[in-house]
């Protein structure tokens, strides 16, 4: 692991390194791949804004499509792979989506994955998804009405760490750490101020909401969290919070850490109270005997049926259990 983080760091400045070097040395044995290249970008972004520019034009050379027509399958399809900008694979994506319905109110028996591959075959045909409702589709002529551009209806939710010299500034040089929402989210991953202000000013509608405070105390009453503590929770976790687990908490479920109670009080459902499982380990901590206890924000001590015991914080997860005691010579 040491080798690898001093690999992983040697295209620093002396200053960032030393960044990384400060926030790691606390659990560089146990520190996961993703979490490292965080905490790189984070130095990257606030240390060297012109390599992130640099890095930024790289990722933009590296977009492509690849139409593999060499091999053919013996059902007659083809391979297609490919890299597009974050906002042209949000676009894409939603008119598969919205083709993939279109077929399927329009009598496909299809699969989702199958119609969404005949969608793109119209699409590169001309063919665009119609913005009907079910019941008009009888009534409607096949091409009388498209999809309007998909940037007047797109909404991209930013999580930044961004100065306001870093967005307002002439030269554009300006980066941050930040996660980007539309169908998936890449917690924490690099951007300069150029992606934000493309993506911003492409997008027909803006929206600023409050910042959330990840320490503050939220409560809802009754079992449902609100949309509020909810994404306080996602923000918070990040992840699924159980051993060793990498699926990302936006997708999952939220736990009640001491089991909801419908006849107790109205403040359980609350920020101290909640974490972010996937569905299979939601499953498993509430059908078998695994506990846990929030020790801080962020921060979990799991105990499972064995006697095993686990930490997970946002370092990753930390094996906890006591070693049996070799007996003597």
């Known amino acids: 692991r040491a080798r690898h983080i001093a690999q992983a760091t040697h295209d620093l400045s002396a200053e960032a390194a030393a960044y990384v070097d400060q926030q790691v040395a606390a659990f560089a044995n146990r520190i996961?791949?993703?979490?490292?290249?965080?905490?790189?970008?984070?130095?990257?972004?606030?240390?060297?804004?012109?390599?992130?520019?640099?890095?930024?034009?790289?990722?933009?050379d590296s977009r492509k499509v690849t139409i593999d027509h060499q091999q053919i399958s013996f059902f007659g399809?083809?391979?297609?792979?490919?890299?597009?900008?974050?906002?042209?694979?949000?676009?894409?994506?939603?008119?598969?989506?919205?083709?993939?319905e279109q077929l399927k109110d329009l009598g496909s028996e299809l699969s989702l994955d199958a119609r969404r591959a005949a969608a793109l075959g119209n699409l590169a045909r001309g063919e665009q998804p119609l913005d009907l409702h079910p019941a008009d589709i009888a009534d409607t002529a096949p091409g009388a009405a498209?999809?309007?551009?998909?940037?007047?209806?797109?909404?991209?939710?930013?999580?930044?760490h961004l100065s306001d010299e870093a967005l307002n500034g002439a030269t554009g040089t300006g980066c941050g750490t930040g996660a980007g929402t539309g169908y998936g989210e890449n917690p924490r991953q690099l951007l300069t101020a150029d992606q934000i202000r493309e993506w911003c000013g492409t997008a027909g509608r803006v929206v600023v909401k409050?910042?959330?405070?990840?320490?503050?105390?939220?409560?809802?009453?009754g079992y449902q969290p609100s949309d509020r503590l909810r994404e306080q929770v996602v923000l918070r976790d990040r992840f699924c919070v159980f051993p060793y687990c990498e699926r990302n908490a936006r997708h999952g479920d939220l736990d009640h850490i001491e089991p909801y109670n419908p006849n107790g009080p109205n403040d359980q459902t609350r920020s101290d109270n909640l974490a972010g499982l996937c569905r299979f380990h939601h499953r498993l901590k509430t059908h078998h005997p695994w506990t846990y206890t929030m020790l801080e924000?962020?921060?979990?001590?799991?105990?499972?049926?064995?006697?095993?015991?686990f930490l997970r914080d946002h370092t990753g997860t930390r094996d906890l259990t006591p070693r049996p005691v070799d007996p003597p010579g």
């Open 146 to 160: 498209t999809v309007p551009a998909s940037g007047a209806h797109r909404q991209v939710v930013l999580y930044l």
């Open 297 to 309: 924000p962020g921060a979990y001590l799991w105990r499972s049926p064995h006697g095993y015991t």
């Open 77 to 100: 399809t083809s391979q297609i792979t490919g890299e597009l900008d974050f906002l042209d694979a949000l676009d894409l994506d939603k008119a598969l989506q919205a083709g993939a």
């Open 32 to 60: 996961s791949p993703a979490e490292l290249q965080r905490l790189i970008d984070a130095a990257i972004a606030r240390f060297m804004p012109d390599y992130a520019q640099e890095l930024a034009e790289r990722g933009a």
């Open 210 to 221: 409050p910042v959330l405070d990840l320490a503050e105390q939220v409560t809802s009453a």
